[in-house]
T-cell receptor, first 114, second 113 residues
Framework: NAGVTQTPKFQVLKTGQSMTLQCAQD?????MYWYRQDPGMGLRLIYY???????DKGEVPNGYNVSRLNKREFSLRLESAAPSQTSVYFC?????????????FGEGSRLTVL | QKEVEQNSGPLSVPEGAIASLNCTYS??????FFWYRQYSGKSPELIMF????GDKEDGRFTAQLNKASQYVSLLIRDSQPSDSATYLC?????????????FGDGTTLTVKP
């Protein structure tokens, strides 16, 4: 019972390098999200996808791109990493019932940009 | 003003005491409210959700919602050292937002034996 799986769990980049964070869920959820969490702060929404083929910006989208590859997978790409993007990134999905539902999180991806 | 604000921590209570965590939100269109617990180095996990005004109890946890005051709280009775964690308040701003949640910065709770 995997739930939400993120890869990689840890990554160190140099300024200007690019990378993609992968996320997959096996719960048949339509909605998927990418959040970042900086020390002592809550989660800030980067991008989300309400369904396959759709994506929308959240609070802090600058410097990121996303792809909703299919219903299961939602990737986050950093085209040119900056030290300000050092953070813990969480992917989440939400079940489709009624108006709202709780978020199910992956284990997080800890990214350091030097 | 942040959309979701939580009482600043850290909060420290003795074992067996009641811990009270508070959260206010700015958008009156908010429809649902969540409390997540996050242990250090781990991902958040849902512990309570509430949609209607009033109290909702689940074991040692009680969530309270007052939409008129735009206020939601979490009470933890008989606090245990295992309750030591950061508690995140999250708010969903209506159906048209496709259920995206906005989080507060969290309150770190320490329960001392």
């Amino acid at each position: 019972n995997a739930g939400v799986t993120q890869t990689p769990k840890f990554q160190v980049l140099k300024t200007g390098q690019s990378m993609t964070l992968q996320c997959a869920q096996d719960m048949n959820h339509n909605s998927m999200y990418w959040y970042r969490q900086d020390p002592g702060m809550g989660l800030r929404l980067i991008y989300y996808s309400a369904s396959e083929g759709t994506t929308d910006k959240g609070e802090v989208p600058n410097g990121y791109n996303v792809s909703r590859l299919n219903k299961r997978e939602f990737s986050l790409r950093l085209e040119s990493a900056a030290p300000s993007q050092t953070s813990v990134y969480f992917c989440a999905s939400r079940p489709d019932r009624g108006v709202t539902g709780e978020l199910f999180f992956g284990e997080g991806s800890r990214l350091t940009v030097l | 003003q942040k959309e979701v604000e939580q009482n600043s921590g850290p909060l420290s209570v003795p074992e067996g005491a009641i811990a009270s965590l508070n959260c206010t939100y700015s958008d009156r269109g908010s429809q649902s409210f969540f409390w997540y617990r996050q242990y250090s180095g781990k991902s958040p996990e849902l512990i309570m959700f509430i949609y209607s005004n009033g109290d909702k109890e689940d074991g040692r946890f009680t969530a309270q919602l007052n939409k008129a005051s735009q206020y939601v709280s979490l009470l933890i009775r008989d606090s245990q050292p295992s309750d030591s964690a950061t508690y995140l308040c999250a708010v969903n701003f209506g159906y048209t937002n496709a259920g995206k949640s906005t989080f507060g910065d969290g309150t770190t709770l320490t329960v001392k034996p």
